[in-house]
């Protein structure tokens, strides 16, 4: 899952081979004195710890958003309840794949102070101008068709 406002600058394929010994990935702090589980970026599995998860943060958040309308304390708390009544097994994973505060794809220092030669995933409400611009070039976006008569 790659929450709407994300922007992946390299292939994160590479988060479903940890899920092999776990339930969900994903980033743990992020912006801040939050220091919980982030569910900006997350990879999992169905088993039936994910389910859970997925059932206790509905339930959470519906009540969180009914009053304080703050989300993620609602993911944190669905995660610790998953993993103390349910097993739920949980990786956590480099900031890289949830960059928060960071605009393009290039070198940056990370929130959390460790530097990275580049985000595997930006989260950020704006990015940098030209970001978004299709990544394929013209000419590779044209295609050819052949039509042979007998």
């Known amino acids: 899952y790659l929450d709407s406002d994300t922007f992946a600058c390299r292939d994160p394929s590479k988060l479903f081979d940890i899920l092999a010994d776990v ?6 702090g992020g912006r801040g ?28 958040y519906r009540g969180v958003m009914a009053t304080t309308r703050r989300e993620q304390p ?6 610790a309840e998953a993993i103390s009544r349910n097993g739920l097994r949980v990786a956590k994973l480099p900031m890289i794949y949830n960059c928060r505060n960071v ?3 290039r070198a940056a220092t990370l929130k959390d102070g460790t530097t990275t030669d ?3 995933v930006i ?15 013209p000419a590779a976006a044209t295609t050819t068709t052949t039509t042979t008569t007998t």
């Not at 339930?23 to 743990?28: L, S, T, Y």
């Not at 997350?42 to 339930?59: F, G, H």
């Not at 609602?74 to 995660?79: M, R, Y």
């Not at 989260?123 to 070039?137: K, M, N, R, W, Y």
Request: aromatic letters at 10%; proline letters at 3%; one cysteine or more.
């Open 23 to 28: 339930d969900v990935a994903c980033v743990w």
């Open 33 to 60: 004195n939050h220091s919980g589980a982030s569910a900006g970026v997350l990879a999992y599995r169905k088993t039936s710890a994910s389910d859970a998860l997925w059932r206790a943060w509905e339930r959470v």
């Open 118 to 120: 580049g985000c595997v």
């Open 123 to 137: 989260h950020a409400h704006d990015f940098e101008p030209g970001l978004l611009s299709p990544l394929i070039s």
């Open 103 to 105: 605009r393009h794809c």
């Open 74 to 79: 609602s993911f944190q708390t669905a995660v």
